[in-house]
């Protein structure tokens, strides 16, 4: 057997049992006539000691292994207060499952640093530091506490398709592919789609799927592929929709503080469930004008803008009421004054997480705003139809998986946040 018990399964309390662990050797120290291995798994790491006179000399030798050997590990439970985890391993055999025969391209330890280019080239090194590993762990819950959570309200998880014929919001960072005879497109948000759903029926839908932007930037906070977590509602207005999002963020985040404790212990944060403030748009605009900034009316903000926001409103902040004609075209403008829209942006800890709106359910409406965009509206017949057909008020939102996941681990670069990256210049591995 190659294994018996993860290392996460073993405890002091199993003193004197026999138990088999597999993973990596993560270190190996020569203190005088005593060897320590530490072995790494996907659930911590343990240490396994050799000593002279004590264990079989045979046994001491296998343990003189390079860093990153794949090996089995039989061995006694041991209890020792001292150790890190209050037991430690006395090998009784040592198997290498795989000898290594090329040079391992950084180390995994941390105790020398890696560029993050040279990482990601070998992400499958990558991950087996315990920061990296930290991270995709944290993404994990956050996917799964997505789902629990629409679940749990009464929501169904639809699946729509990556290939479009036409942009579905609007612009040109689409990346085109040849579909048979056709022109389409990868999508750039499942929008249409999930109104779609709704349309017919579904009151309550999300999904979780990647979407393309062919955006050429350089930047630390954007990917031309990402995951989007969307939901839509039917039979609801802009206000409704705002609520669930701030709920959905605080389940998240408190799943991550019950789930993921040392994981984050592992990232020295300290995660805590933020308390959302709602402020209209006009609002922050006089807010940061008075602090010295020169914004606009109809100026989206900017990254620092939204550094300043976090500043001077807090950790969580939902931004409504934004102006038409800065967001989608679908967005519902406000009744009394058609230069807002019912629209918002979740703001976490300085960065855009989330976006969402009431959308437009009256065909005609839809027209005009399509128009207004320099858009034709015979490419979105297909969508413009179902509104004809008894179609709801209903409103949703998307968060970006990699950006909520950068802002709780609090990396600096999305890409440390996305297991296998596409940017303008990464297409491999």
């Keep these: ?10 405890s002091k309390e199993m003193d004197g049992e026999k138990v088999t662990l597999a993973g990596w050797v993560h270190e190996v120290r020569k203190l005088g006539s005593i060897t320590f291995m530490l072995l790494r798994d996907s659930t911590g790491i343990v240490q396994i000691i050799g000593k002279s006179g004590v264990t079989d000399n045979e046994i001491i030798k296998s343990m003189d292994l390079p860093k990153e050997s794949v090996v089995s590990v039989e061995g006694i439970v041991k209890k020792n207060d001292t150790a890190k985890k209050g037991f430690e391993i006395v090998p009784l055999k040592i198997t290498d499952l795989n000898p290594i025969s090329k040079m391992i391209p950084f180390e995994t330890t941390g105790k020398v640093p890696a560029e993050l280019d040279t990482r990601l080239d ?8 315990l920061q990296t590993t930290a991270i995709f762990k944290i ?50 948000s ?8 709704v349309i017919g029926g579904f009151d309550k839908v999300y999904m979780i799927m990647p979407v393309y932007r062919a955006e050429k930037s350089n930047d630390l906070y954007h990917l031309n592929e990402i995951t989007q977590m969307d939901v839509e509602m039917g039979f609801v207005d802009y206000k409704d929709a705002e609520n669930m999002l701030i709920d959905t963020l605080d389940y998240i985040i408190k799943e991550v503080i019950k789930n993921n404790s040392e994981d984050l212990k592992t990232l020295n ?35 620092d803008d939204e550094k300043l926001i976090e500043k001077y409103f ?26 807002l829209s019912h629209s918002y942006d979740l703001i976490y800890k300085g960065m855009e997480i989330s976006s969402g709106a009431q959308r437009i359910h009256k065909p005609e409406m839809l027209i005009e705003a399509i128009k207004s965009r320099g858009m034709d509206p015979n490419n979105f017949k297909f969508y413009i139809d179902a509104f004809r057909c008894g179609a709801p ?18 990396m600096k670069n999305i890409r440390e946040c996305a297991l296998f990256p596409r940017d303008r210049k990464r297409i491999s591995p």
């Design 190 to 197: 499942p929008q249409l789609y999930k109104q779609l759903a």
């Design 1 to 10: 057997m190659i294994r018996t018990n993860y290392i996460s399964e073993v």
């Design 393 to 410: 008020p209903h409103a949703g939102w998307s968060i970006g998986l990699e950006r909520l996941a950068m802002q709780i681990t609090e």
């Design 314 to 339: 807090g950790e969580s902040v939902l931004v409504t009421e934004f102006p038409t004609s800065i967001r989608a075209f679908y967005s519902l403008p406000n009744e009394d004054n058609k230069q």
């Design 122 to 129: 070998f992400r499958y090194i990558d991950l087996r530091r």
């Design 139 to 188: 993404e994990s819950t956050i996917l799964s506490s997505f789902n629990q959570f629409l679940n749990s309200k009464g929501f169904h998880e639809i699946r729509t398709s990556s290939i479009v014929s036409e942009a579905t919001e609007g612009g040109a960072e689409l990346f085109p592919i040849q579909y048979f005879e056709d022109k389409a497109y990868l999508a750039q």
């Design 269 to 303: 944060i300290n995660l805590e469930v933020p308390k959302t403030k709602v402020v209209e748009y006009s609002e922050i605009i006089k807010k940061l004008n008075s602090e010295g900034k020169d914004i606009k009316f109809g100026d989206d903000f900017s990254r």
